[in-house]
């Protein structure tokens, strides 16, 4: 807490005149009128807080249906505002008004809701203590797509904040949240992929659960976004999730022009979407490198793989070797000549980080699969251990 470095001095109890000289302070000057007039103004936002708590609670429909807006109307107004609603006479009433029959009632809550939570993880954690959950997986079943919608907007929010995610995911909400990726509008589809994501780092891993089901629609998504953008990177992150499943490695190479998505994700993406998209594509040529090889071959990964082992993440430059390795075609004996790929590694460098740049980058890249090579190598050699 920042203090004053200069306090102002005491006020002196004895009211005979001061014995200094000088004309004496007018009475009507406040000696600190910054401070009375926050204190008028956080009196006056006490007593508006505790209107606006006896008109949710105690008033009837439309007059709950309003002050539910003007609390909508006030959280939005900043930091302060969203923290003074953020008590249990204006967050109880609000939820007990979701399971409402009345569409207004239930629209105005969310909103409310949502406005009191946004960018305040306390507020965040309060809210699911009061039990919004429940009424929130009611909505999200809503055959309205405005409430589904928005119910799915304030599970997103919620679902940001560490302490709700296992919570929210154990509640049921995951399977309707694939089925608003399935079928939502745009804005709909975003905010689940986003939901999904959040829920997908809780720390008991056996709280979250992704339907196959899912793979489809988010790689038609991948497809269609910007691959260096913050959804590409959550996108390819559940992903990831339903690659390590028979079902989903089955879905995602299926699906017409989705390999190419994760070739290109590894090539322009950011370095986590990077990450992500090579793992998928090291869970399928794991998985069977039979069935998987040929059909991420032929689309051209192998350039940006190299690329990987150099200026990916730790993780990432694993992968990218590892999957390299297994895209390794082992019928043929003679090994590429060292110029070719020496040719290879600076048109891709080139390519990436120009002209001017390129020779220090292509040296890395070969540097790096010469020191592969020679772990690989070393560990063919080793004996294996009896079990």
């Not at 008028?40 to 505790?50: E, M, P, S, W, Y």
């Not at 809210?127 to 799915?152: D, F, Q, Y």
Request: charged letters at 25%; hydrophobic letters at 40%.
């Amino acid at each position: 807490m920042c203090q004053n470095p200069k306090p102002s001095p005491a006020p002196n109890p004895d009211p005979s005149p001061s014995p200094s000289p000088g004309p004496s302070p007018s009475p009507s000057r406040n000696p600190n009128p910054g401070g009375e007039e926050r204190w008028r103004g956080d009196l006056k936002k006490q007593a508006l807080v505790q209107d606006l708590a006896r008109r949710l609670s105690g008033g009837d429909m439309s007059t709950r249906v309003q002050a539910a807006r003007e609390v909508r109307k006030l959280a939005r107004a900043s930091a302060k505002s969203r923290s003074a609603f953020a008590v249990a006479p204006v967050v109880q009433p609000l939820i007990a008004m979701l399971p409402s029959p009345d569409h207004d009632a239930r629209e105005a809550a969310l909103l409310a809701i949502l406005n009191i939570a946004v960018r305040n993880e306390g507020n965040k954690d309060k809210i699911v203590k009061s039990g919004a959950v429940p009424h929130l997986v009611e909505l999200l079943k809503s055959g309205k797509n405005s409430l589904r919608e928005l119910a799915t907007a304030a599970v997103l929010t919620l679902s940001a904040s560490t302490p709700n995610k296992p919570t929210i995911a154990t509640s049921g909400a995951v399977p309707l949240l694939v089925e608003i990726l399935i079928s939502g509008s745009i804005q709909g589809r975003v905010d689940a992929v986003t939901a999904l994501y959040n829920l997908s780092s809780c720390e008991d891993s056996s709280n979250f659960i992704l339907p196959s089901e899912a793979a489809k629609p988010l790689l038609a998504l991948l497809k269609d976004c910007k691959r260096y953008s913050k959804f590409a990177e959550k996108a390819t992150g559940l992903l990831e999730i339903l690659s390590r499943t028979e079902e989903g490695r089955n879905l995602i190479s299926e699906f017409d022009g989705g390999i190419l998505s994760l070739v290109e994700t590894i090539e322009e993406g950011s370095l986590l979407s990077a990450e992500y998209a090579v793992g998928v594509l090291l869970s399928l040529c794991s998985s069977c490198r039979e069935k998987y090889r040929e059909l991420i071959l032929k689309e051209g990964p192998i350039p940006g793989l190299m690329l990987l082992t150099a200026e990916g993440t730790k993780k990432a430059r694993e992968r990218a070797h590892n999957i390299l390795d297994l895209l390794r075609d082992d019928s043929k004996k003679k090994k590429v000549a060292s110029k070719d790929l020496e040719i290879l590694a600076f048109d891709i460098a080139t390519r990436v980080d120009g002209p001017v740049k390129a020779a220090a980058t292509a040296k890395r890249i070969m540097e790096d699969m010469v020191r592969r090579d020679r772990e690989l190598t070393i560990t063919k050699l080793q004996p294996k251990r009896c079990r």
